[in-house]
């Protein structure tokens, strides 16, 4: 792997370099630069980032990070990922401990401290996943919410110490759907029942009528990350 300093100096160049560049040329990008040493990130909400990381590098790693408090119909999209995209690796990153483990040592941490939740059962998988890679990709948009309005393409990581690259970060709503419509994506049966940013079930709701996609998340709190992205 390369060092942290010269990745370092690898996004700050690119940030600047590739401010506008469209999702095709980050990606083309990052697998021209990166190789086999990043990997994709996603949720299982739709497929649009996949399908557009396999057109850069077919047999891309895609990142899933298994909470073990997934809807079923998530769990069921990795799944179809798999058979749509046979030629990607799903990375299935776990906690050390079980949902049941976990409940037994600290009761149901998703309803009395849902930030420790998803340090243990997301922040610190991924940051143990990314580990062994130079960049990883994500599907972060600016539209998500006001927390990501300022999301770059590319960008330095700290907090897990490798570039993040946001390809579709400049991406509308519209340019998204257009996107599922255009080239008939696979996505999550959820998203048509009204659930417009999907985590784990138990801290899901479907958004109110004009609010953003992500109010749903830990609705009634004043949480609004899981701590991947801030």
């Not at 630069?33 to 047999?59: E, R």
């Not at 539209?143 to 990581?157: E, G, L």
């Not at 899901?204 to 992205?229: F, I």
């Amino acid at each position: 792997m390369t060092t942290t300093t010269d990745l370092r100096k690898v996004a700050e160049r690119a940030q600047e370099e590739l401010a506008d560049a469209t999702a095709a040329e980050a990606l083309a990008w990052t697998a021209a630069t990166f190789g086999d040493n990043f990997i994709v990130a996603s949720n299982m909400q739709d497929a649009v980032l996949i399908d557009l990381a396999v057109k850069a590098k077919p047999d891309v790693d895609v990142l899933f990070l298994e909470t073990g408090y997934h809807f079923a119909e998530t769990i069921g999209t990795r799944d179809a990922v798999e058979v749509v995209y046979p030629s990607v690796r799903i990375v299935n990153a776990e906690a050390e401990q079980s949902v049941a483990d976990q409940e037994a040592e600290f009761g149901l941490l998703n309803k009395t401290n849902p930030t420790q939740c998803c340090f243990l059962r997301k922040v610190v998988p991924l940051r143990n996943t990314l580990s062994r890679y130079d960049a990883w990709v994500t599907g972060v948009r600016r539209v998500d919410a006001p927390t990501r309005a300022n999301t770059p393409i590319v960008q330095w990581d700290d907090r897990n110490g490798l570039v993040k690259i946001n390809p579709i970060a400049p991406w509308t709503d519209d340019e998204f759907t257009g996107y599922i419509a255009e080239h008939g994506i696979l996505e999550n049966p959820l998203v048509s029942e009204g659930y417009l940013s999907i985590g784990c079930a138990p801290c899901t709701a479907k958004p109110l009528p004009g609010q953003d996609a992500r109010s749903g998340r830990w609705a009634g709190l004043a949480k609004t990350e899981c701590g991947l992205h801030g």
